[in-house]
């Protein structure tokens, strides 16, 4: 896999190079469909992995609605047009994007793989793609970008209680060369997510998914404040009982907690600390901001020059308000269905919110895009790029970054012919007219 050139026929080339491998008996490292790909990502990971990768809020309405609100539209193909030579190019944040998608950002991916979010940003850089740095991430974000190169990143931001914070990975994720900041706004709580409740799982209780933080000169010195005010453990809560499981939690927060901002030192060094056990609270306490309101959003103008876009988005009122607050674009999401059951589809809203921003700002969107016809349908509907989620972590967890890199190969290969065989040689070409409601 390499660099994207769409103008030969992107979505021959990949099957060619499979039909010819296949030859040989070799057969890609991924399944082609999501279904295959869910299937062997839960063969792959253990129970509480798999739970945390795939599930969604209540009863996952939201998540079946999102991919289950694809149907509502059939692409109208159009023939005999040249079709020969495409482009999939588009034009986001002052540069020439080779496709229109990018890799959504998805936290704690050391649950699929140990190479975590490396893994996906060499994957990303080598097509061409820009990777969406978690704040959740299991790496920081230093590690990635040297992994990626001249890749293209962006950076997502929960916003923090802690100004300073805000503050500080804002300026960390500019050094590190991103293109761009992605504010999150739909997770100021944690949404009611019954699979991980069922196997009492939140990884983030065990120092995973933490990276950014514990690598962060001003958390460090949060957790610092926190140990010497003796504000350890919740005393009304019960004792954790010794176990086997418990032990290995310990040894897992104390060996993620070596050598970062916390502790300069080895795992029996972090062990012996009440730092690592001190972070893991710290950031429970300032994760997220419930109070966070449009004025107050208004500093991050402050904190940086980069585009900011606003991630969440689902209502035109909202999308309006960016705009006029002066924001650079907005993510139509709604986190993959994590948060919040019966959620209206994201496909549903797209348009709406399309109509009212009115091309002033660009639309992404993310949440159920299941492969490359999928994304011809939202771009159809006005949005200007589109996010993989879930299915690139499926390829991580199978296969590492290979089975990434075919995720994303295959999402774009299946843009590729579809685009063609639509009768469009551009993505510029998708239109109303591309579709119609069924």
Partial sequence: MGRIDTSRGYARGVQ?????AGVSGTRPAVPTTFAGLEAAARAALGAEEFAYLAGGAGAEHTMTANTDGFAAWG??????RDVRER?????LFGKRRATPFYLSPIGVLELAHPDADVAVGRAAAALDVP?????????????????MGEGSRWFQLYWSSSDELNASLLARAEAAGAEAILITLDTHLLGWRTRDLDLGFLPFTRGQGIAQYTS???FAELVRERVRSGAIGDPSAPPVKVTPRAIRTALGIARRGARTALVDGGALDALRSPLPR?????????????????ERLARVRELTSLPVVLKGIVHPDDAERAVEAGFDGVVVSNHG??????????IAALPGVVERVAGRIPVLFDSGLRGGADAVIALALGATAVGIGRPYAYGLGIAGATGVGEVVRNFIAELDATLALAGATRIGDLGPGTLRAV
């Fill in 131 to 147: 990777y969406a740095l978690s704040n959740q991430a299991s790496k920081p974000m230093e590690e990635v970008a040297a992994a």
């Fill in 87 to 91: 482009d999939l190019s588009i034009e």
């Fill in 278 to 294: 001190a972070a893991v609270e710290t950031f429970l306490d300032v994760f997220a901001d419930p109070g966070l309101t449009w």
């Fill in 16 to 20: 060619s190079a499979v039909y010819r």
């Fill in 337 to 346: 269905g994590r948060q919040i059951d019966r959620s209206v589809a994201t």
């Fill in 216 to 218: 962060d000169p001003v």
């Fill in 75 to 80: 692409i109208l193909p159009r023939v005999l």
